[in-house]
């Protein structure tokens, strides 16, 4: 090999050198990208199966009960999911809805939604089952709810579920991070949920009801 086969080689490799220099990086990020969108899409995903089973759990019920031997009266449709455009569940008193958090000044607020319903034996939204003791005024409750955190410019915000102690107070517990948006929408007998998250992704499922007679 002479001395102009040696440069040229040298060369070469310092081509095929440079361009990995700058492919790997590129090649490392579109790889973490990949695995925060699998990531996200199965916390989603998983979330969306948790509102889906509790809505199933109520739905629209028309309460019958029996007043005497003889004869039946039907109380007015109990409404079992109930959405509060731009509001926050609280915790001090069950069933209060909040208004908008001063620090969310300036930016749409996300929706709430109440489920209650009679206790089948079914679980809350974090496995926990759903006892006769957890009932607020004879009905079991779970809700969902934005709540955010950090000042206005980098507020976080966490998708929360609520349900019911042993004593019948209310409990959050954070089921999704990195929420942006939170729209709930009751049209006929479907609930349209909308979230958006923090990466500008955006997630829409709609969940048929289903109608509960209880004799």
């Not at 081509?15 to 990531?39: D, F, W």
């Not at 969306?48 to 009266?73: A, D, M, P, V, Y």
């Not at 955190?149 to 089921?175: E, H």
Request: charged residues 20%; contains cysteine.
């Amino acid at each position: 090999m002479n001395m102009v086969e040696l440069m040229l080689g040298i060369s070469l490799l310092t081509i095929v050198l440079s361009g990995l220099t700058h492919a790997v990086p590129i090649l490392q990020k579109n790889i973490y990208e990949g695995r925060t969108l699998r990531e996200e899409i199965a916390q989603v995903e998983q979330v969306l199966q948790i509102i889906t089973r509790s809505i199933h759990q109520s739905g629209f019920e028309n309460i019958i009960k029996s007043q005497s031997q003889s004869t039946r009266s039907q109380k007015v449709p109990l409404l079992g999911i109930q959405v509060f455009q731009q509001a926050t569940l609280t915790t001090d008193k069950v069933g209060k809805i909040s208004s908008p958090q001063s620090y969310l000044a300036g930016r749409r607020q996300t929706d709430a939604m109440l489920i209650q319903h009679e206790t089948y034996g079914h679980f809350d939204c974090v496995g926990r089952k759903i006892t006769d003791k957890r009932v607020h005024q004879g009905l079991s409750r779970i809700g969902f709810f934005v709540q955010f955190k950090g000042n206005k410019s980098n507020a976080v915000g966490t998708l929360m579920c609520q349900s019911l102690t042993n004593k019948g107070q209310a409990q959050n517990d954070a089921i999704l991070t990195g929420v942006e948006d939170f729209l709930i929408y009751l049209e006929d007998d479907v609930v349209i949920i909308e979230l958006t998250m923090q990466s500008t992704r955006q997630y829409q499922t709609s969940i048929a009801l289903q109608n509960q007679i209880s004799m």
